[in-house]
Each structure stands twice: as C-alpha cells, then as structure tokens.
C-alpha cells in the first residue's frame, strides 16, 4: 500500500478518534459506551480501533457509530466514518479516490474501472478501431494474449457464415474472431471450407459447421443452443 492511501481501518479509526476528540472524551468513556451497545472492548481495544490496527467489519462500526452517537457525537453516520481526504485503498486491486466511499454511503454511484481493464481497452481503441460494439471482460482477457495483426485480418474477412455464428452461440464478433484466430488462425467460414474440401455438398459442409461450432462451445465452455 502507498503511503499516498489509508486502508480504510484507518480511515475509520481516524474518524471515530476526530469525534471523541472534538467531544472531549476518554477511551475509557468510549469502551463503557461500546460495551452497552454489545463489543466488550477495553480502552486499549479502542485505542488499537482507532489507529487502524482493528478490521472495521459492518457490524462492529455500526456498534460504534451507535456508541459515539449514545455519547453526543452525533447521529454519527456511515458516511461520516468512511470519509477521507486520501485515496482509499480496499484491497490489492481497489484504491477508491478521496471521498468516494463516503459519496457512496450517501448515495452516489461508484464506477471504477480495474487498472488492467482501463489498459486493455485503451489498447483495444488503438488496435481495433473498426470496431462499433463494447467488448466485455470475457473479450478484453483473451485479447490480452492475442495476435492483434490476426483478430484484425479474421475480422476483415468474417462475413455471413461468420454472424451466423455469432448470433447462433449469442457472442460478440471480437470474441468469435479471438478465439478462431487461437483454434485455427483464420475465419470460421475458411476453416470450414478447408475441412470440408472443395467439392464438399451442403451437407458434409453443414456436417463440418456443426463440428466446429462444438469447438467453439469448448473453447468457450457454453453449452449447445
């Protein structure tokens, strides 16, 4: 964790400690309050709560929060005990700007992209222009692996069978594109045609399509239609 974050144990044990502070009490009041509303704690434990070294599980805060508010700190509110004027670090791959989490508890929305997410679809923008269609995180992780120069040339010269497809095993083009670029490093239609020979009739080629699209299923761990 960065020394420009505070976990949010800290935050809230900066937040109970500012209003015991301002109303002028003592650890001691403070474990008497805690106890009535049911955490049994010492001043030590509240002294421990309030410099971060006491996970803040729901149930305990809202005991707290009841407690600081019993000894006229309040209403004390959640909002009011989450906020903070750094960046929230909540585990290894969340760090909430200043201020969300308690926008949040008051009833704001939260959308926080993960990192790695805001850098594949960066990449995306980049490498795949002509695409029209928002790829989901199914997409973006296998892109991640991907021969983009492939998935463009496959998505060049997908066409009718390759929609079929698509709408058939309800995924998106990229996706289909993906994943037939790892199977066999082209279209669905000219693997197709490539398995099935060029004096294949329509049903050894309908054979072939079914055939493939079980591959995709695998691959993809869907079930049949």
């Not at 008051?106 to 959308?111: C, F, N, S």
């Not at 992209?113 to 679809?121: A, F, K, S």
């Not at 120069?149 to 995924?171: C, D, F, P, T, Y």
């Not at 493939?212 to 691959?219: G, Q, T, Y």
């Amino acid at each position: 964790m960065s020394s420009d974050t505070r976990t949010l144990a800290e935050a809230i044990g900066f937040n109970a400690r500012k209003l015991r502070t301002r109303a002028g009490l003592t650890l001691d009041e403070v474990a008497i309050a805690s106890k009535l509303r049911g955490l049994r704690w010492s001043n030590t434990r509240v002294a421990d709560f309030e410099a971060g070294r006491v996970s803040p599980n729901l149930e305990t805060t809202i005991a707290l929060a009841l407690a600081l508010s019993d000894l006229g700190c309040g209403p004390v509110t959640m909002a009011e005990l989450v906020d903070s004027q750094l960046p929230l670090s909540i585990n290894d791959s969340v760090d909430l700007p200043a201020d969300h989490l308690s926008l949040w508890f008051r009833g704001a929305e939260i959308r926080l992209e993960p990192p790695e997410l805001r850098r594949l679809i960066g990449a995306v923008h980049v490498k795949l222009p002509g695409l029209d269609e928002e790829l989901d995180l199914k997409t973006l992780e296998r892109l991640e692996s991907a021969d983009i120069s492939a998935i463009n040339l496959i998505l060049a010269q997908s066409g009718i069978a390759e929609e079929r497809v698509q709408k058939s095993l309800h995924i998106t083009r990229p996706l289909l594109a993906i994943v037939s670029s790892s199977l066999w490093g082209q279209t669905f239609s000219q693997e197709r045609d490539e398995r099935a020979g060029p004096e294949a009739n329509a049903q050894h080629r309908g054979r072939i399509s079914r055939q493939l699209k079980d591959e995709l299923r695998i691959e993809l761990r869907i079930g049949n239609d």
